[in-house]
């Protein structure tokens, strides 16, 4: 990968232009939409910048006014997006969905993103070769659904490669977007990470694959394998040998860390800052359990505002509350302006 400056992480993804909803209820009854963005690599690489640290996105977007909000709203964050391509032929993705939970069965997403720019990304249009150097290359399963083109750029990027980055995959399911080969695609991808984030629920779904243990088995080859349980919290598998060259190979250390108790306003966006957190506290070579609890504080940070994205918390208070003893954690609650003051954080 070329680059002057290295980046910590980069992001490569399709990102689109979100309408969220001004009040609850089905599309087909809400008046108007308020705009933002959404899209989990550049939601990745926002979270990052904020955080502290150097983060790149790399996309394709159309030659129109979506292409031109989505990279100044990414690059307001503090991100690199000079190497986003336009695409005068193909237009910017857009988005709609409701208020509710996307695990709801009343959840509504319309996409409008079939033959959009990012979906033209392939190992052609997006050249390894000219792609920023970084630490940490984050890639998702929706990237690869979005076109043939496109699973072929993620083979290539995932491939065993002199120099390859650290590869961080969240395997992302979104059966809507997929054909039926999606499950084995996924796997095989999955099993080329280095660092894996998948669910417990889209395991089953995507495999039929059940039990954080048998996902393990399932995805033997990544040093770091986070199963994410809901409200339940997450469970680490780690052999790390990718993560620290020279660490000698072994038994998992297997590492369950609990979900903090949030006081939820909108429930889109957490599994991004999840794996921010969890990347942004990897990047500073934290234990395991204190890399998911700021996966976990992070993602609290999202779940406490309307939108996506949002500030996190400063780094130093974040490490305060990593830092806390397990009984302590287990008392916290977190509402909304948790970040930015300390009395939102409760205990009972």
Known sequence: MSGTTPADVVCLGESMVTFLPSRPGRLADVPSFDRGIGGA????????????????????????GFGDH???AVAAYGVD???????PSRPTGIYFRTATDRATDVHEVAYYRAGSAASAMSPVTVPCDELPSG??????????ALSADCLALLHELTAPREGRPLISFDVNYRPGLWREESPAVLLDLARRADVVFVG???AESAWGVAGAAAIREALPEPGVVVV???ADGVTVFSHEPGLRPGAPEGADEVTHVPALRVDVVA???AGDAFAAGFLSATLRELPVRDRARHGHLMAAAV???PGDLTAPPPRERADRLAALDDDAWGRLRLGPGWTGDDTEVRTP
């Open 135 to 144: 630490r940490i290359l984050h890639l998702s399963g929706i990237t690869a």
């Open 81 to 87: 997006t000079s190497f986003v391509r336009r695409d």
């Open 70 to 72: 989505l990279v100044e």
């Open 267 to 269: 429930p889109v966006g």
């Open 41 to 64: 690599e550049s939601n990745v690489a926002c979270a990052l910048a904020a955080a502290g640290h150097r983060a790149a996105w790399v996309s394709r977007v159309g030659a129109d």
């Open 228 to 230: 994410k349980h809901g």
């Open 200 to 202: 417990e629920d889209e």
């Open 303 to 305: 779940l406490t505002v």
